[in-house]
Antibody, heavy 119, light 112 residues
């Protein structure tokens, strides 16, 4: 059974960097079949894809984040991380890590972690 | 405003049938990308409900079904149950987003 678990601070001060890690079990992030992603959901709002990476090293970021996001990978720990710099209150959201297929569905989600940036 | 348009809310009585629409354009659903549907219950992560327009993952009841035509897709739920209350999202891809994925704004289902 594939499981993903987000971890990281629940409170980040404005202008600082949000850092989250996703620990994956039951699947290898180095497998070629899947894309590993970060999503977020603002309070009471819909879902937004932040970024994803593929095991080959390719990454893609949502242009709306204006280059503030970075994904990094630690294959030895089967983990991938998200850094979002210069955060504001608008970055307050539940952040999810997830696995998806190439142009396919998101088949596994983490439970999500709420990150609050006070105004 | 989402690129994929869903009605904000739908409702139905237990046992009834409801449908949720997802309207896109020629650059996403109409371009041939499959549509996937998710159910999000209060306080929980989204759960894959329908993939590739009409396929159900193992464990999803056959009360849930999906279809796609042209630039739109639909989710149908028959035999409504109180535990179906939640928010439903459609998801697809767009030629302008390099595989990033995009979601509809979500539809809140209320079981009366």
């Amino acid at each position: 059974q594939v499981q993903l678990q987000e971890s990281g601070p629940g409170l980040v001060k404005p202008s600082q960097t949000l850092s989250l890690t996703c620990t994956v079990s039951g699947a290898s992030i180095n497998s070629g079949a899947y894309y590993w992603s970060w999503f977020r959901q603002h309070p009471g709002k819909g879902l937004e894809c932040i970024a994803y990476f593929y095991y080959s090293g390719s990454t893609y970021y949502n242009p709306s984040l204006k280059r503030r996001a970075t994904i990094s990978v630690d294959a030895s720990k089967n983990e991938f991380s998200l850094k979002l710099n210069s955060v504001t209150a608008a970055d307050t959201a539940v952040y999810y890590c997830a696995r998806r297929q190439n142009f396919g569905p998101v088949d596994y989600w983490g439970q999500g972690t709420l990150v609050t940036v006070p105004s | 405003q989402s690129v994929l348009t869903q009605p904000p809310s739908v409702s139905g009585a237990p046992g009834q049938r409801v449908t949720i629409s997802c309207t896109g354009s020629s650059s996403n659903i109409g371009a041939g990308y499959d549509v996937h549907w998710y159910q999000q219950l209060p306080g929980a992560a989204p759960k894959l409900l329908i993939y590739n327009n009409s396929d159900r993952p193992s464990g999803v009841p056959d009360r849930f079904s999906g279809s796609k035509s042209g630039t739109s897709a639909s989710l149908a739920i028959t035999g409504l149950q109180t535990e179906d209350e939640g928010i439903y999202y459609c998801q697809s891809y767009d030629t302008s987003l390099s595989g990033l994925g995009l979601f509809g704004g979500g539809t809140k289902l209320t079981v009366l």
